[in-house]
Structure formats: C-alpha cells, structure tokens
C-alpha cells in the first residue's frame, strides 16, 4: 500500500507539475478541469491536505484574478501532498489565504 501511495505522490506531482509549467496557456476552464480530477485522486488515496488545495485552486480558477490564484495554491503543492494531519491541511490553507490578502 505504501508504494501505492508514493506512486500516487508521484502522479500528483507530476500532474501539478504539468499544471504549472502550462498555467499561461491553459484556459481557466482548463485549470478547474484539471484541478478538480486531482482533488478526485486525492479525496479517494485520503490525502487530505493536497484534495483541500486542489478543491480551492478549482474554485479560484474560475474567478477574476485566477492567474494569481493559481500560482499561489501551486505553490504549496509540495506541502500539501506532504501533510499527514489536518491541522497540516489548515496551516497550508491559511498560507494560501495570507498570500493572497
């Protein structure tokens, strides 16, 4: 099952990854499509913290601004795909928040 899971990381990286690189080209449609099916992924392995980053970059995407958004959940992907609890989860919400006020 751990290996499961690491390859699951791996994935999921690779796809935010993807998501990064390709943000100026994508479409805001395109994002929320793509960040919604990680936070599917997510959702379904228990990765709480990335399926929480993943459902709000969604959402983001789709309003003014989501340039901005984008970058700023991205760049806590790597935190959250390693957060073990929910307060993980928070803290790496709330540094999302802060960047964005």
């Not at 290996?3 to 805001?28: F, G, K, N, V």
Request: hydrophobic share 45%; glycine share 6%.
């Amino acid at each position: 099952m751990r290996e499961s899971l690491d390859d699951l990381r791996h994935d999921l990286q690779r796809r935010l990854h993807d998501i990064r690189t390709r943000a100026d080209a994508l479409s805001p449609l395109d994002i929320h499509a793509r960040m919604d099916a990680i936070r599917g992924e997510a959702d379904r392995a228990g990765l709480h913290a990335i399926e929480g980053l993943a459902h709000l970059s969604s959402q983001l995407a789709l309003l003014p601004g989501c340039r901005v958004a984008t970058a700023a959940c991205l760049d806590r992907a790597g935190d959250a795909l390693g957060a073990q609890s929910a307060a993980e989860r928070q803290a790496v919400l709330a540094a999302i928040a802060m960047r964005l006020n």
